[in-house]
């Protein structure tokens, strides 16, 4: 049995739904354990940290002097009555069975992309008793740039780390923000690995890992300005000057640029407030400009996949289902609130 700790840190967190990721891919392995390998999530955590050493201290101590509220609940997180509503939220999801068919795209004539890139590096093979996982957010992801800790998808070069691993012998570290984005992108059946292109706004953490990760995977890049202007970097190459592109995402605001290729998907960064039941809210993610959960549900699924527990790639549920099942967790939690 592993036992495992996990916390998002970063500066805000108490609007994170990452905890609620975790502990629902937790169950869905639980539910469909072919490897006969099993994991227990010990503890959910916000950490609010400014610094990495902060973070870092908690993944030694594993606790919190003073739990914040989290939006889901507005109770503190890790106690009793956030605890018992997240379980209200898993006995629904232990329910379903199958995505819904309004999340269903058709991408299978797209080649998925290869992740991690740095392939020299080798990842254990199993879950070990006890484990620390820790996703990291603004303002911490381009802190960490200790050689101590083992990194690939050259996340420590591009300054945009966003998941750790603490095996019980040492940290592993990776950056999956811009895989999320190439991921959702071949859900929405664009291939990227034949050259297709995105439009990007932006230069921060998540834009570099987004530029890297597309252009590592074979795309192109188109650069609109926007507040913060992208660097020169691993995707220089890969920058092009075109009038159409595949699709878009803004990380600066949510603003639409004006003269906008209609044929482009809009993808948000950034997952905004639902209201309404299961239905209205599945509607909602299908309805312009798709939001940011489908970027953080495909994120989230590749931190298992290349950095917690590679070696259940094949039970892990598909974005689909997770977006599904994280719909029903989260208007039953709205109806406590």
Partial sequence: MAEVYYGIAGNPVSHSISPLLVSIVAQHLEQNNKTK????????????????Q?????GYAKAIPNPINWDYTGAPFGKFRNRALIQKALEITSKVKQEDESLVHASSNVNPAQFPHSGDIKLPTKAFREEIWLNLTSPLKHQLTSQAVMDFNESSLIESVN????????????????????????????DVTSGATLALIGGGGAARSTAHA??????????ISGRRSLDDGPWSDAIV??????????????EI????????????????SMEGTTEQRLQKL??????????????HL??????????????LPSIAMLMTKLIHAETVLASYA
């Fill in 286 to 299: 299908t309805a312009g400009m798709y939001d940011g959960r489908w970027m953080l549900v495909a994120q």
């Fill in 37 to 52: 390998q099993n994991l227990e999530i010990k503890s959910l955590n916000l950490i609010e940290a400014d610094s990495i």
């Fill in 54 to 58: 902060d973070a870092l201290a908690w």
């Fill in 257 to 272: 640029p004006k003269n906008l290729d209609e044929k482009a998907i809009l993808l948000s960064p950034r997952y905004q």
């Fill in 214 to 223: 597309w252009s590592k995977s074979g795309g192109k890049i188109k650069l």
């Fill in 302 to 315: 590749e931190c298992w996949r290349q950095l917690w527990a590679p070696h259940r790639i094949d039970e």
């Fill in 163 to 190: 998941v750790l691993r603490w095996d019980g012998h040492g940290w592993w570290s990776s950056n999956v923000d811009g895989c999320g984005v190439v991921r959702c992108a071949e859900f929405f059946g664009i």
């Fill in 241 to 254: 000057e075109s009038e159409s592109y595949d699709m878009l995402i803004n990380f600066d605001s949510e």
